[in-house]
């Protein structure tokens, strides 16, 4: 008997970072199942309150932002979402501010899910020495010279962080999520 996910993440709170390029698919089908099961979701940027996301080769939809990364305590998040897409964590790994919201994940040993180019982020706290993860192929030399050990699976879960390769994976990921957001 499959254990059903609906309503197993009630009450819990997840920011999801991400700013102007992020994939799209890789922000809306994850936040998708995380409502589905009961969280509430946080879009956080460090800039305007709008954010714009890309489509595989174009620029995509408009999104609204919850709040100005300027204002959101990861305290009050219970798991964080770091979506992909190339220019979004390319510009979120030289926000001060973005590096230390993620930081504080990780410190505090907080769930932290990332998708193809989103472990970039995660390079620049400087704690993923010795974490297995995966990513998206390109990023893979990126995250071994930080000190990771990455691996080519669909997902990888290691104690508080989950990673996935791309938005192909997305199916398996989001399931996992829901399993990760759960502690």
């Not at 390029?21 to 460090?46: N, S, Y």
């Not at 390319?90 to 990332?114: C, G, M, Q, S, W």
């Not at 390109?138 to 691996?151: E, P, R, Y």
Request: hydrophobic content about 40%; glycine content about 6%.
């Amino acid at each position: 008997m499959k254990k059903k996910l609906k309503n197993t993440l009630q009450g819990k709170k997840i920011a999801i970072l991400l700013t102007d390029g992020f994939e799209e698919v890789e922000m809306t089908k994850p936040r998708e199942a995380l409502i589905k099961a009961g969280a509430k979701t946080f879009i956080i940027t460090p800039k305007g309150k709008k954010v714009k996301s890309w489509q595989h080769d174009k620029w995509g939809k408009n999104f609204k932002v919850s709040m100005n990364l300027k204002n959101a305590l990861p305290k009050n998040f219970d798991g964080i979402l770091l979506p992909g897409g190339v220019m979004n964590p390319d510009k979120l790994r030289t926000d001060k501010n973005a590096i230390k919201f993620v930081n504080y994940f990780l410190t505090h040993e907080k769930p932290i899910a990332a998708i193809c180019h989103g472990p970039w982020t995660l390079i620049e706290t400087g704690k993923i020495k010795d974490i297995k993860l995966t990513s998206y192929h390109s990023i893979k030399s990126d995250l071994l010279n930080a000190g990771a050990k990455w691996v080519n699976k669909k997902f990888v879960r290691d104690k508080n962080l989950l990673t996935s390769r791309s938005p192909k994976d997305l199916p398996v990921f989001n399931k996992e999520i829901i399993k990760l957001f759960i502690k």
